[in-house]
């Protein structure tokens, strides 16, 4: 188990060392705060017993832990070569032997698809690119990602929606796109819409989807928050 959840195992190196999180965790230690590792909150020790325990209050702070699948045609054959950017990160973070080559697409416009993105260089792909379906102003990855990434030879292809996976011998081959673009209503607020007059395929030798959502707590611990909100009236999510 690590300190600081997905900062420790998630976040990329380069963007936030180890040492500064290892930092960070022994001045809270210093504080006087106790961290109880391997300790989850599950059906056999809940929120409620928590409260009983004689805690005053339960801070729920999972964290964004999953990817989710995205309804892309073709990602429900798992083809060799597919990832999801939070798993990426993870294995990519904790050791795991990752390596990829060739050219890699990453689908997404946030701080995940461009750490997924700049990790893929880091190992081994010779060509990557991002595809998001909106403009560079959209996209809710900071600024200062987005330019170093540029300067990394990352490519960015803007207004572009995928619409299918291609696989050959149940490996990735391939990556369908169609033209999107931003449309707005009379409040202001932006809606993507396809233009089908637009489309490409991308040949590529695997696909990284990102920002697509991110599963957070389970249906069982939503449950057992609401209950123990009921019985307790003191509960604060």
Known sequence: PYGGGMLCIAVPEFCLPRQVIEDEIAYIKNCGVEIFYNSPVDANHTVNDLLKEGYNAVFIAPGAQTSMRTGIMGEDENPEGLYYGLPFLTDVRTGKAIQLKGKVIVIGGGNVALDAARTALRVGAADVQIFYRRT??????????????????????????????????????????????????????????????????????????????????????????????????????
């Open 136 to 237: 560079r102003e959209e996209m809710p990855a900071w600024e200062k990602d987005i330019e170093e990434a540029l300067e990394e030879g990352i490519v960015l292809n803007l207004h572009w929606t995928p619409r299918q996976i291609i696989n050959t011998g149940g490996k990735i081959t391939g990556m369908e796109f169609v033209g999107s673009q931003t449309a707005y209503d009379d409040e202001g607020r932006a809606r993507v819409g396809v233009d089908e007059s637009r489309f490409q395929t991308v040949d590529v030798d695997a696909v990284i989807i990102s920002d697509y959502g991110k599963g957070l707590i389970t249906a069982s611990l939503v449950r057992d928050i609401a209950a123990s909100a009921r019985e307790q009236k003191k509960m604060v999510i």
